[in-house]
């Protein structure tokens, strides 16, 4: 199983970035996906989760201003970054928790590199 992120890159204050990734390999099911992030010099904190149902948790720093959202069909989830501020400057990392082949577990992409300058 893998997790390929991508859509991370340099943007200005007030701006918008979208997120994607995608889980790969023979899935069986994905109970969650998610979002979290690792400014520098912070430790990995969570941005947002959506469950198989489409029930989603949110930071309270990026409620109102990030969407997550889920297509099964495709085992990707996104993040949608809209009102972007400096301090969401961070790598970002999905996860999923899954059921595969070989068994179940959380898995973890390499992360992208989200910059916002102000």
């Known amino acids: 199983v893998q997790l390929q992120a991508s859509g991370g890159g340099l943007v200005q204050a007030g701006g918008s970035l979208r997120l994607s990734c995608a889980a790969s390999g023979i899935i069986f099911n994905i109970n969650s996906m998610g979002w979290y992030r690792q400014g520098p010099g912070k430790q990995r904190s969570l941005v947002a989760t959506?469950?198989?149902?489409?029930?989603?948790n949110y930071a309270a720093s990026v409620k109102g201003r990030f969407t997550i959202s889920r297509d099964n069909a495709k085992n990707t989830v996104y993040l949608q970054m809209n009102s972007l501020k400096s301090e969401d400057t961070a790598v970002y990392y999905c996860n999923a928790r899954l059921q595969h082949l070989g068994g179940s577990g959380d898995y973890w992409g390499k992360g992208t590199q989200v910059t916002v300058s102000s």
């Open positions: 959506i469950s198989d149902g489409g029930t989603t």
